[in-house]
């Protein structure tokens, strides 16, 4: 079991950057694929990115190619979401999730593991 936490959400204007990070407690942290995940208020929970094991293998929701990028580092547990040229679209809670999967996944349905949240507001 692996328990999420996630952090450095904000308020930000518009064109700005955010460096998300999700910390993970528990053992073997590398055997976790990790994805992001966004709801606005009244929408669906939507995919944002998501990350192999090992970090060797990325995947982009297609809209956010080129301005986000996920990361991991195993040392330290946690994985990241660097989110540039940030739009009030992006306005969001951002959620990470975890699952014990040997492949990348983007649908919320296959994640087990969920944090809190963290909530990232872009203004004009």
């Known amino acids: 079991q692996v328990q999420l936490v996630e952090s450095g959400g904000g308020l930000v204007q518009a064109g700005g950057s955010l460096r998300l990070s999700c910390a993970a407690s528990g053992r073997a942290f590398n055997s976790y694929a990790m994805g992001w995940f966004r709801q606005a208020p009244g929408k669906e929970r939507e995919f944002v990115a998501a990350?192999?094991?090992?970090?060797?293998?990325?995947y982009y929701a297609d809209s956010l190619k080129g301005r986000f990028t996920i990361s991991r580092d195993n040392a330290k547990n946690t994985v990241y979401l660097q989110m540039n040229s940030l739009e009030i679209e992006d306005t969001a809670v951002y959620y990470c999730a975890a699952d014990r999967s040997m492949v990348v996944l983007t649908t919320p349905g296959d994640y087990d593991y969920w944090g809190q949240g963290t909530q990232v507001t872009v203004s004009s």
């Open positions: 990350i192999s094991r090992g970090g060797s293998s990325t």
